[in-house]
DNA sequence: ATTTATTTGCAACAATGATGCAATTAACTA
DNA sequence: TAGTTAATTGCATCATTGTTGCAAATAAAT
């Protein structure tokens, strides 16, 4: 099923399906978090960097996923919700939980991005919490 | 009274007065932002870049900066309040802005990051609010 | 002025981000 | 099903950033 919901995915935002792209689909289907470059060059061995690094500005550029803020060094992207779409951007308001022993980052759907007072001039487009500490399997 | 300040700060983290952490320090106090290595040696030109990037670690350690999350690549420091020390680690309950013109970061110290409720297993240590748009001078 | 532990600046290397280009390939068409 | 074409890949290449070891330079104490 996992299958089918990938080439759906593809199709739904007009990418062709490549066995890269489906590949990454089904890691990020599967592993249910924000991932890095990194995480998925290792799952995937075999893959290509380049390809890799232009494969997930694609799928960002088209709405498939979205970067996770969270406050590590390392850029990070999650699945989008069904809510992004590539002409009114990304909406990405729930929290993210980076481990700082296991070094992952867990989006929190639960909890919303809180809606802040807006100070004099500055015109928000969009804000994110950051949550930092130890998950629960490495507590 | 910069002068003044800068030598106090560095004694009382038990840090030498070198010639580029005068500078460095003097250039936080003026930009009141934070700021990135990049932003750093372009202001100041001469420095060399590994010390600088020495230098901020040190700061960094000794509590004098704290790393300001704002979502975008680039790793940026911002001065801390008093309230930091090497011993109990650092505070940074505020919110940070980071505008996509100018792609400057602002601390925002009047908008406190929000406690939240803790997800059963994970054990949050700190949270941060992100908030991108536009600055005051951009808009 | 001398000593000593700290700090600097250079060399060197790894990892990551980014782009041009020729070869390959997915999806469409006849 | 074979052929066409535009999209995609993989390589080469380069820039930037992060990181460490080490010898020379230097701040602070004596």
Redesign the interface.
């Known amino acids: 099923m996992t299958q089918k919901k990938v080439e759906h995915l593809l199709k739904a935002h007009q990418l062709r399906r490549t066995e890269t792209r489906v590949e990454v689909l089904e890691l990020f289907l599967e592993k249910d978090m924000a991932l890095a470059q990194k995480d998925i060059e290792d799952e995937l061995g075999t893959i290509d960097r380049i390809t890799l690094y232009r494969t997930l500005r694609t799928f960002e550029d088209k709405g498939l996923i979205h970067?996770a803020?969270d406050?590590s060094?390392k850029?990070r992207f999650a699945l989008c919700s069904h809510e992004c779409n590539p002409v009114e951007g990304h909406f990405d308001e729930h929290?993210h939980?980076h481990c700082?022993v296991c070094e992952k980052t867990y989006c929190?759907e639960?909890?919303h991005?809180?809606s802040?007072?807006v100070?004099?001039?500055?015109?928000?487009?969009?804000?994110?919490?950051?949550?930092?500490?130890?998950?629960?399997h490495c507590?």
Chains 1, 2 share one sequence.
Do not use: M
Request: glycine residues 8%; aromatic residues 6%.
């Open positions: 970067r803020i406050g060094e850029l929290a939980f700082k929190l639960q909890i991005t809180p802040v007072r100070p004099k001039g500055y015109q928000i487009e969009s804000s994110h919490l950051v949550l930092k500490g130890i998950c629960e507590s």
